[in-house]
């Protein structure tokens, strides 16, 4: 079956760096997106990484291991707006996105 | 402005009755999406229409059907409202068809079912 495992929730403190793991296993695989979500709110779209590797955008990395089937979202410079569910979402061979339950990321002054 | 709207915002519906939840979007993108989302539980794909006359089963269809008349409009139907599908409700958009395109979602719809 598809899984995907993310921590149910982490906290951090402003200005600090965190990482959120995810883990998955699909029927398949088209890369896997990392969406943001605050409370309230719609996803909003993060990164993309279909290749192996680190791909750095700002404050926030992504990054993936195929082979491990394993991705991680790094966010530097933590700022109290970064309060947020971050979303993992591995996408299948027919092109659909796999939904993590959500990592909640609490950050403290 | 361009983007997805969602309609109604929030509504509290008995159970039995039929209940639309509209979703427009003004960016020419084919495919277009229908999720759930409840606590503790990621997105959970319910219909989707890879271009506008097409349309598609997702992981959670029972109790709802779509149509895609044109590319812009995309509503979701409960033929009779059951409590279990008290939810947060998304649609999103993204420009191809069955491609590694991002999807762009709506603001969402919160319904509960009493």
């Not at chain 2, 999720?35 to 989707?48: A, K, S, T």
């Amino acid at each position: 079956g598809q899984n995907i495992d993310q921590p149910t929730e982490m906290t951090a403190t402003e200005g600090a760096i965190v990482q959120i793991n995810c883990t998955y296993q699909t029927s398949g695989f088209n890369g896997l997106f990392w969406y943001q979500q605050h409370a309230g709110e719609a996803p909003t779209f993060l990164s993309y990484n279909v290749l192996d590797g680190l791909e750095e955008k700002g404050r926030f990395s992504s990054f993936l291991s195929r082979s491990k089937g394993y991705s991680y979202l790094l966010l530097k410079e933590l700022q109290m707006k970064d309060s947020a569910s971050y979303l993992c979402a591995p996408m299948d061979s027919n092109y659909q996105l796999i939904w993590g339950a959500g990592t909640k990321l609490i950050i403290k002054p | 402005i361009a983007g997805i709207t969602q309609a109604p915002t929030s509504q509290i519906l008995a159970a039995g009755r039929r209940m639309t939840l509209r979703c427009t979007q003004d960016m020419r993108h084919n495919a277009m999406y229908w999720y759930r989302q409840d606590l503790g539980l990621g997105l959970r794909l319910i219909h989707y229409s890879n271009t506008a006359g097409t349309t598609g089963k997702g992981e959670v269809p029972d109790g709802y059907s779509v149509s895609r008349a044109n590319t812009d409009d995309f509503p979701l139907t409960l033929a009779s409202a059951v409590p279990s599908q008290t939810s947060v409700y998304f649609c999103a958009s993204s420009p191809g068809q069955r491609s590694t395109d991002t999807q762009y979602f709506g603001p969402g719809t919160r319904l509960t079912v009493l």
